[in-house]
């Protein structure tokens, strides 16, 4: 088990955020064909890693905007955008956002968290 103070650190916890959204962007790009939602596992599972990475980020927030609120401002506001990709545990008809926008709003999170750590 991690100690509390490595799974406090803000650094820490944007490196597993990374983890979880490379994983939801591709969970995402495998559930989506022709613009609808094909393979609900991959949809919810998708939506189950942008859901815990929002739960991480939110708990080191405040810590982060204290460090670098423009770097946490990008964060956050992609984040409010990635999530619309998921309205629902049950996947809509068809697709919120495209697997490109996915990836490229997870591409701007990810530049963004590494100018953090």
């Known amino acids: 088990m991690l100690p509390e103070q490595k799974r406090q650190s803000p ?3 944007l490196q597993v955020v990374s983890g979880l959204l490379d994983a939801a962007d ?3 790009g495998a ?9 609900l596992i991959e949809y919810q599972d998708s939506r189950g890693f942008v ?3 929002d739960t991480l ?10 460090e ?13 955008q990635l999530k619309t990709a998921w309205p629902s545990a049950q996947a809509p008809s068809t697709s919120v ?3 490109d926008e996915v990836s490229q709003l997870v591409k701007t999170i990810e530049q ?3 100018k953090v750590i």
């Open 97 to 99: 956002l495209t697997p």
């Open 112 to 114: 963004n968290v590494q």
């Open 31 to 39: 559930a989506i064909a022709d613009g609808k939602i094909t393979a």
């Open 11 to 13: 650094e820490f916890v």
């Open 68 to 80: 670098n609120p423009e770097a946490q401002k990008a964060i956050a506001d992609s984040m409010t």
């Open 26 to 28: 591709a969970e995402y």
């Open 51 to 53: 859901t815990y990475a």
């Open 57 to 66: 980020l939110n708990n080191i927030s405040e810590e982060l905007a204290k």
